[in-house]
């Protein structure tokens, strides 16, 4: 009986965390069960087996209910996270960030094209992050673990890129003017920053400011 009540208790909780589109599904698929076992047991007279169907067709929305919740909540969470990695606030930007490589969100390319613009991810942990074609536009990445980072096609103009480790990082087709690096900075290549470094050397682009 405890076990029933805290199974209740449990899809109640997961109701009201639902959606209203989430809702309605679930309300079609309970009228649906209903609909197709009440005829049925009217014609033969079977209100037994009636209740039996009854069960099995509730439970398998319930099943389904289940599933949704978690696709739902997945989705509604990793959005969230996303939109708290872009935040300005240091260690909100950093928890996010751990909390995204704990389900596997950081690497799995789900953050690509995610707008970071000026995102505080000072010594964050970014390390084999999936970041393609993420704009970080004016991003502080200063100490930041970059190692092994996808960062192909990223937008990383005017950024803070002092202190960082880059070390194995994909930087193809990157947008990097004006990044700010200092000598603390580790490159792909594994060599430290310089006065005379070009990073485009490491984009495949051409430096718009070299002499020609």
Known sequence: MMRIRETMRDLVARWGRLDTVSRQILLV???????????AALINGDWAGLLLN??????????????????????????????????????????AAEDLRRHGWLVDGSLQQVQLSQANLQD????????REVVLFQANLQGADLRGADLSGAILTRANLGGANLSGAALTAAAMLNVECDPRTILPDGSHWTPRTS??????LVDPTADF
């Open 29 to 39: 698929l309970v009228t649906v069960a209903v609909l197709l076992s009440v005829p």
């Open 54 to 95: 009854l069960g099995t067709e509730l439970a398998g929305a319930a099943v389904t209910f289940v599933l949704l919740d978690q696709i739902v909540g997945a989705n509604t969470r990793k959005r969230d996270l996303s939109a708290q990695l872009s935040s300005q606030v240091n260690d909100v930007a950093k928890a």
């Open 124 to 131: 964050a942990n970014l390390r084999n992050a999936n970041l």
């Open 199 to 204: 990073l485009h050397r490491y984009t495949g």
